[in-house]
């Protein structure tokens, strides 16, 4: 078990450019979510997969916010013409599904910073 | 609305020394609830939750938390603390507002200083 992993972790880009993160769960987990964590405040919800099927997108989650997990395994979360406000952290999380509030295990994190 | 609350930006205990970190919750229905520790630069660890059953849970490194229905309260605690706890600490509540998510919903955040 290799954990939940995420690339790149740390991503410089200038105002207006396009970014794309990815996010590798823990291979027997079928639910799989994004957080944003800005500088002192708690992880918030971005969106959440069950599979394949988006289920839930949080309304922080701006138009220019996509994500996407084709095959059910890995994701990528992709912002559009980023702005400084998108600067934060971007966490990944997965966990298994069932009838058990199962925790979420989380991976490194991928530091974005809109110049 | 769900929330959590920590009410304290940051903790001194010395090392040694039993350490408390509060935090309150507000939920409609049963809650469950969530520790997690948080290095600087990694994500987020988890260490415990609380279900149902017992009030006092036990959890990684040592830790445990008590669950306090009528002061709607899950306080995590250690009765020893170590230089190496000295991290970020995170209590979070499932979403049951929202669905069948199980997305979770954070405190703010306290920072543990542990002084040898």
């Known amino acids: 078990d290799t954990g939940v992993s995420q690339d790149p972790r740390h991503k410089i880009t200038k105002r207006g450019q396009n970014v794309t993160f990815r996010c590798d769960p823990i291979s027997e987990h079928n639910r799989l979510y994004w957080y944003r964590q800005t500088l002192g405040q708690g992880p918030e919800f971005l969106t959440y997969f069950q599979n394949e099927a988006q289920l839930e997108k949080s309304r922080l989650l701006s138009d220019r916010f996509s994500a996407e997990r084709p095959k059910g395994s890995f994701s990528t979360l992709e912002i559009q013409r980023t702005e400084q406000g998108d600067s934060a952290m971007y966490l990944c999380a997965s966990s298994l599904a069932g009838t058990g509030p199962y925790e979420q295990y989380f991976g490194p994190g991928t530091r974005l910073t809109v110049t | 609305a769900q929330s959590v609350a920590q009410p304290e930006d940051q903790v001194n205990v010395a090392e040694g020394n039993p350490l408390t970190v509060k935090c309150t919750y507000s939920?409609?229905?049963?809650?469950?609830l969530f520790w997690y520790v948080q290095y600087p630069n990694r994500g987020l660890q988890f260490l415990l939750k609380y279900i149902t059953g017992d009030n006092l849970v036990k959890g990684s490194y040592g830790f445990e938390a008590e669950f306090n229905k009528s002061q709607t309260s899950f306080h995590l605690k250690k009765p020893s603390a170590l230089v190496s706890d000295s991290a970020l600490y995170f209590c979070a509540v499932r979403d049951i507002e929202g669905g069948a998510t199980n997305k979770l919903i954070f405190g703010t955040g306290t920072l543990l200083a542990v002084q040898p």
């Open positions: 939920v409609s229905g049963n809650p469950y």
